[in-house]
């Protein structure tokens, strides 16, 4: 399909209201100002539709089910009118050499144009642990990254190398930022990622012909600006010193902090708590159970789910400290600290809490 | 010296009632600026409600104090969204819900008549086209 995006949510029967409506609750949702979601509207109704190439490492397909099975079809499912997913193995029809000769005429069609998204991490031990077609997953990614005009790392193993990447990390897995150093790469971690962070990133995209402003860890500032603990509405009884001590305590039946139960919060930056999950029905914590900080590098060897963070919230000293560091420096601060915890893993040095929040 | 020297009066605000935050007054300064570059300029614009730190009772409180105008135009586009003017003429209380009716945005938006409400001339042109074969199957 061809032609303006207006025109194909129409033959969809969206309107322009619904459309309008649609952009303004984003805008808001990324902290822009209000004139902003008319203009996202107005760009992206006449945008034409990007190409988009999908390629899935060592992942669970977490992510993808994330994205396409968030509840409410009309909104987030609009992504994939936005844009034009021309290569996705686990949704796709095609299969086999169909399949890559899609992919290779995506990238010789929009060479240089082209948004390469990347879910899971990349084994580096041996090309064997994973391949396409017969190429190892490295080989797919640099060859796919060469014409891409930006790459957007899904869930915290394309981002951080996440799981895979766990102690013993016995494939070797690492992100795609260590791999690729040459293209603007725009990190959406989470276990899964929030769906709508990913239609935030395409519709700024798509309005300013930009990606978003980016955090030290690579990651949209409009959406991991804060933490978890910065926006949790239990926040008020950790301020009291209210904190529930067991799971089926007074305290955890009146709601209060999770804390000492091992909420990782206070080091974890995500949307959750405004946005919360399942169309906007609760969260992790209003259900009962701390965050376990699932968008944070490293956070599977954080030293265990329920064990408290053994140093105080310092919000505000470490939101400063993000904002000061600007986006470029900020990618390659965080790329010599991933360096530095990479050799404090060879040594057989258990990870810090300090290290996971460099 | 004990505690009991200092003269310490601790207010406790009735329960159920979170109390307002003080953060709801300026915006109606806020508004009366931006109804002026109406009035001045014609230039609309608008406040996002859910950036800014509100409780619920400020939100009530700017509610009540705003009024309700003569005009509510519900707009059903996945889920009902409301555009009410409020008793002040060019200030329109605007929010919008999903298809499960819970909140997804609101604003105050300053406009003659707000944005949504007016239809896009591209819409007009594909309405005519439809009149006009219509007309022409008479």
Redesign the interface.
Known sequence: MQGPL?DTLARQG?????F???C??L???M?L???AG?AMAEAMAAARRPSVIWLPFQECTGCTESITRSH?P??EGMIFDMISLDYQVTIMAAAGHQAEEALRNAMLENDGKYLLVVDGSIPMGDPGYGTHGGHSFVDHLQQAAKGAAAIIAVGTCASYGGIPKANPNPTGAVSVSDIIKDKPIVNIPGCPPIPVVMTGVLAHYLTFGSLPELDAKGRPKAFFGETIHDRCYRRPFYDQGKFAKTFDDEGARRGWCLFELGCKGPVTYNACATVKWN??TSWPVESGHGCLGCSEPDFWDAGGFYKALSVPADPLKLAAAAAVVGAGAGVAVSFANRAKKGAAKKAHQPITLADLEK | MSLDAIPIHVITPPAGEPGLTGNAPPLLRELAEQVKRLLETGES????L??LPLTPTDLDWLHEKLGAGEIAVT?Q??GE?TLNETACPGIWWVT?R???G?V??Q?I?VAFVP??VKA?P??VAIGLENLELMISDL
Not at chain 2, 45 to 48: E, L, P, R, T
């Open positions: 207006i969206v309107t322009r209201r619904t309008l409506k649609y303004a609750t805008a808001s949702m902290a100002p209000p004139s008319r409410s009309t909104l169309g906007g | 614009s608008a406040i996002d859910s950036a707009l586009a996945s969204s919008h999903n298809e499960q819970a997804t945005s604003f938006e944005e949504l896009h591209q819409d």
